[in-house]
């Protein structure tokens, strides 16, 4: 359990790539504010939207302020970019191994489940955030196949292999990407199939059983007591079709 | 000057993002292979996806394989991700502040450059990196159009406002992204500017007045006596149309 009180920045109405950062905290049992949905003074949209211009009169350090949400605020400190908060994170709520090349790796697979992302949203997004999806689902469609057909699988058979390839992981034991313990990468990679269950759940049914390792650690997490309790909170907004994987029926194919 | 000696895997025909590593070794002085460039005996692209693929003999941890290229092998330790492999670097290569909230911001600022690379990737492969360009044209253009007067503008101004905010920048010196010193982030920060010049000359000349700190770093980094050197060398391959930043004359509008 983290000493400290952490601020988290993100889009109120959305899992999003806050998700990612709420996991961890939430299995961490870290004291922490979800600041945009908050409703009191100083919380809100309002209040991210000002620390992020360097218009906030909040204690913060606004020479060095983030590009875009999620970003926490630890003491003065502003922390952007998903995987760079969870590096920040990993060694105070003890979800990264201490051990250096391990941590790095740690890291590493991280970023790799970040580039997944940004691709996973860009099947309904490809041509511009900007635009509504009808606007672009011609094209939606097509970058949806290959994402389906190429794209996952090409991701999945990775994080497969290095489960394989994890000496710590045995038979009839619990798996984690790194190491013998939970890392905030194997939080991250539960949101992951979440995610695609949500948006591709025909793609997915038909293609889960290339990744037993894979799904024997997301149902490792959601069974994890902290998790399952999360889970089931208010606190868990519901995937819907704002956020980075959205159900499209017509780009499940 | 670092004494280690480090082997970098990248395709060997597009700066890519193995430019952002190469620009880091070479300002450096380091002593490094760009392994997939060679041709003796266990270099070459055949070596590169050996060892990506865990079939390589050569002295490495197998356990920990990258997804893709770039990645840099350093001792038995493979690394991969950009912004991961210039954090690792950084330090060796004196290329990182020293202080820790300084080194977090430098890497905050890398992740966020690893973006804008991202998006202006897709400018030409809106659907699929697997695709020919040409049957994605129209898709490519529309996104291109959105990425000109949208993107850039919105990644460009935030650089520039962290350069305004960094109190170690003074009129008439060198200006930096953090500190008083040149990071890795200057270095990719000059590198982006390179490509978006290449890929979209007629838009950034129009734009460019509009960044004159950013821009002001680019001409830094570019008189560095090393940079200068690496650039004028054939170590640097020209901007072409199988890297991420492609000069398609209809896209620059």
Known sequence: MASMRYDLYYWPEIQGRGEFIRLALEVAGASYLDVARGTKKGQGVEAMFKLMRGESNIAADQTRLPFAPPFLKAGEELIAQTAHILAFLGPALKLAPREAKAARFTQQLQ????????????????????????????????????????????????????????????????????????????????????????AFPKSMRRREHAWPNVIALRDQVAAHPRIAAYLASPRRIAFNEMGIFRRYPELDR
Chains 1, 2 share one sequence.
Request: charged share 25%.
């Open 111 to 198: 970023l790799t489940l970040s580039d997944l992302v940004v691709e996973a949203h860009d099947t309904h997004h490809p041509i511009g955030s900007g635009l509504y999806y009808e606007d672009q689902k011609a094209a939606a469609k097509k970058r949806s196949k290959i994402f389906i057909a190429e794209r996952i699988p090409k991701f999945l058979d990775y994080f497969e292999q290095v489960l394989a390839r994890n000496p710590a992981n045995r038979p009839g034991r619990p798996v984690h990407l790194v190491g013998r313990a939970l890392t905030y990468a194997d939080l991250s990679l539960f949101q992951v199939i979440e995610g695609l269950r949500y």
